[in-house]
């Protein structure tokens, strides 16, 4: 496949925010993931602020369970400095790679991925850069997790990724996906849109074929898809809300991506 054309402009953001969020009932038995409040106010709130800061103001939300209730939040996202529509799942859950084939009309030719319930610092601009030479359909970010915050799941070696497995963890394995990805629309569409498929299994069969580049990013995550996560994700973000109160955001002078406008 050639490079990507750099004339894109900024890229969409499909928002994985659909899952049960079965790890964090009964929080979660009538309230989505996205709206469990962390550092006094909905997450999402968080993470929209967070995505417009970086550049990033297209966001596409993939709703599943209760998404109702997410976009009475969320509106047109114009309060968090980013225009936001949503794509549903229907009639049942499509799992992550199926809400993402479901988006592809409201996506384009080529997008960013992020799940719903990460929260990551890291700029973008060197992430998109890395797309742009690969001259690969698919990107995924990754750090140098070492099965500290979570079980390392990525084989990385000479700047490749050697093998994914999300679920079969081997002693090669010392990054972890860092929950942020860049996606041509066309790897989706061996898939039907009804089907249902994990966004992991995608990733797999790419690897294998040679065709997921791998970026090494250096910020650590942060999440709220367990109770640790979610307790140590809401500490982080009550320091920092306090730390930067009276001071303009980092980002806020600066164009697409955290680059220098």
Known sequence: MNAHSRSEGVLPLALLA??????????????????????????IAHQLRLLADHGVQDIVICC????????????DGNRFGCSVRYS????????????????????????????????????????????????????MTLFANR?????????????????YDKYAHAPGMRHIDYGLGLFSAEVFRQWSGTTVFDLSELQSRLVEQGALAGYEV????????????????????????????????VYARRGPYGVGA
């Open 18 to 43: 659909g899952g049960l969020a079965t790890r964090l009932r009964p929080a979660t038995a009538s309230v989505p993931k996205a709206l469990l409040k962390i550092a006094g106010e909905p997450f």
């Open 64 to 75: 599943g369970h209760l998404g109702e209730q997410i976009e009475s939040f969320v509106s």
């Open 88 to 139: 549903y799942d229907s009639p049942g859950l499509l799992g992550t790679g199926g809400a993402i084939r479901r988006a592809l009309n409201l996506l384009g030719p080529h997008f960013w991925v992020m799940y719903g319930d990460s929260y990551l610092t890291a700029p973008f601009a060197p992430v998109l850069e890395a797309f742009h030479r690969s001259g690969q359909p698919a990107l």
């Open 147 to 163: 099965n500290h915050w979570d079980a390392s799941n990525v084989e990385f070696a000479g700047g490749r990724i050697v093998r």
């Open 218 to 249: 250096t910020d650590r995550f942060y999440e709220i898809g367990s109770p640790s996560g979610l307790k140590e994700t809401d500490a982080f973000l009550s320091a920092r809300l306090s730390a930067t109160a009276l001071e303009p955001s």
